[in-house]
């Protein structure tokens, strides 16, 4: 089946580091995407998303960057904070009111 | 406005068992998604409510079993455990049947 997944399982930055979290979508059917964030004991929690007429998103120190050509995704955090550990995940969605698929998700270790 | 809250936190059985377990949405919120998480096979999506009707299943034995409730309260059941169930059940939920998912903190079943 077709599915979303993320190129590396770990990332490690300094504090105050941009980070940079990728993913790639194999179905191009794909509309809808989005970020999210699951700390250590909960459940994931939104950060961004972003629909497939858009290039590019931003929120509060973070962007998504969308490549529909090579199906590619990307979460960018500015000034990366402890805080910040935790594993991310992408989703996409391939028509409203469909089921998300999940990547496997990166786990981001901020250290001070 | 509370969360999304799920019950039990955390739950032991033994294989053969079976489990009910129990999702309140966000209050006004009418669809609820579940989904299981395991370190090998990530998030995987369960199944869909919507206004007391399952609207989408995933790829899951029939064992596996929900319902939605005209508060739109819902509970999952799991029958015949076997030892592969072990796993963390999220429950998200969200107001219409598109948009922005929230999730739960989920219930953590172990299966001996």
């Known amino acids: 089946g077709e599915s979303v997944g993320l190129h590396l399982p770990t990332l490690s930055v300094q504090e105050g580091d941009n980070s940079i979290i990728n993913c790639a979508y194999s179905n191009s059917a794909s509309d809808y995407f989005i970020w999210y964030k699951q700390e250590s004991g909960k459940g994931p929690q939104f950060i961004i998303d972003i629909r497939s007429n858009m290039d590019k998103r931003q929120g509060q120190r973070v962007t998504v960057l969308l490549n529909k050509t090579v199906k590619h995704l990307s979460l960018q955090i500015a000034a990366t904070q402890p805080g910040d550990s935790a594993v991310y995940f992408c989703?996409?969605?391939?028509?409203?009111?469909?089921?998300?698929?999940f990547g496997k998700g990166t786990t981001l270790s901020v250290s001070s | 406005k509370a969360g999304v809250t799920q019950t039990p936190r955390y739950l032991i059985k033994t294989r053969g068992q079976q489990v009910t377990l129990s999702c309140s949405p966000i209050s006004g919120h009418r669809s609820v998604s579940w989904y299981q998480q395991t370190p090998g096979q990530g998030l995987q999506f369960l199944f869909e409510?919507?206004?007391?009707?399952?609207?989408n299943k995933g790829n899951f034995p029939g064992r596996f079993s929900g319902r939605q409730f005209s508060n739109s309260r819902s509970e999952m059941n799991v029958s015949t455990l076997e030892l592969g169930d072990s796993a963390l059940y999220l429950c998200a939920s969200r107001q219409g049947s598109t948009g922005e998912l929230f999730f739960g903190e989920g219930s953590r079943l172990t299966v001996l």
């Open positions: 409510y919507f206004s007391e009707t399952q609207r």
């Open positions: 989703a996409e969605n391939e028509q409203a009111g469909t089921a998300l698929i």
